[in-house]
């Protein structure tokens, strides 16, 4: 059964690493600007988000019934203890570029997150500054005829 856990750990590795990628370059579509690159990424990320759960799910599946099997907690470590060592040493090592790819897309998701709130506040800022100055003038001409 181990078999079968290790390549979906490395299957949902691969997948995270694949939306860690659409979200950098989300991430550089927002601060150049992109907005049209931004939609695609978008949906790319939403694709890639939907393969990566869907990975999760069966590896949570395998994980729980090869601990069964095994009769411990569905845990790496726990699962690795009742393993052969070139077994365990595998599962160790996917279970580790596991745990790294999560990581690295939670930290780069955050970074994304802090740009989208700084942008979504320049933009508020900068329609506050327009109504404000619009105000100033009284009138949506500014106060002047420009009828011929």
């Known amino acids: 059964m181990v078999e079968n856990l290790i390549p979906l750990l490395e299957q949902q590795t691969q997948r995270l690493l ?20 931004l939609q695609e990424l978008m949906k790319s990320a939403q694709s890639l988000s939907a393969k990566a759960r869907a990975s ?4 949570e599946r395998e994980t729980k019934a090869l601990a069964a099997v095994l009769g411990c907690d569905p845990t790496v470590s726990a699962l690795a203890s009742k393993l052969t060592e070139e077994e365990a040493t595998r599962l160790r090592t996917a279970g580790d570029a596991l745990r790294q790819a999560v990581l690295k897309l939670k930290s780069e998701m955050q970074i994304l997150s802090r740009l989208v709130e700084q942008s979504s506040m320049l933009g508020e800022l900068l329609v506050n500054e327009w109504r404000r100055l619009e105000g100033s003038f009284g009138t949506s001409s500014g106060g002047y005829d420009f009828r011929g």
């Open 56 to 59: 999760e799910a069966a590896r």
């Open 18 to 37: 694949e939306l860690w990628d659409v979200i950098v370059r989300q991430r550089e579509a927002l601060r150049e600007e992109r907005l049209s690159s």
